[in-house]
């Protein structure tokens, strides 16, 4: 595995790849993606979001959707424009369970959710993570 990331991924319909990375933080994961050139990963349609799911069904696999900046208004940490969101119908919820911030980063699923869907969880959670880049891995 190229540091750490392990089960690389090529989508031909994206151009992207695509790798999971073992347990770690949001922004942690960011950081690695980005040393990687590419950022966690945009899902631009649904076709993308199944492909992810067939590939990666661990649950919890950190995506680049977040909060972080200003809560209530998500974004790509690629900067990619929000064109499409996969939401679980009562996500994303900031609960304050488990960390007293809220939620500010997302995972493409959750193992009670039916069916899949994207939910808000703390990105100082210690989660796996999905990322993609462009080309192919090294």
Not at 39 to 54: K, R
Not at 99 to 125: H, K, N
Request: glycine fraction near 10%.
């Amino acid at each position: 595995s190229a540091a750490g990331v392990t089960d690389w991924q090529y989508n031909a319909t994206t151009r992207h790849t695509y790798g999971l990375t073992g347990e770690m933080t949001w922004v942690d994961a960011e950081a690695l993606a980005v040393r990687f050139g590419g950022h966690l990963v945009t899902i631009n349609d649904q076709a993308e979001q199944d492909w992810l799911l067939a590939r990666f069904p661990d649950p919890y696999a950190w995506i680049g959707m977040n909060d972080r900046a200003r809560e209530g208004t998500w974004v790509w940490s690629s900067g990619t424009r929000v064109k499409f969101t996969a939401w679980q119908d009562t996500q994303p919820d900031d609960w304050k369970g488990y960390d007293p911030l809220g939620e500010d980063a997302a995972v493409l699923s959750c193992p009670d959710d039916q069916p899949p869907g994207w939910v808000s969880i703390s990105g100082r959670c210690w989660r796996a993570s999905s990322r993609s880049r462009a080309g192919t891995p090294t």
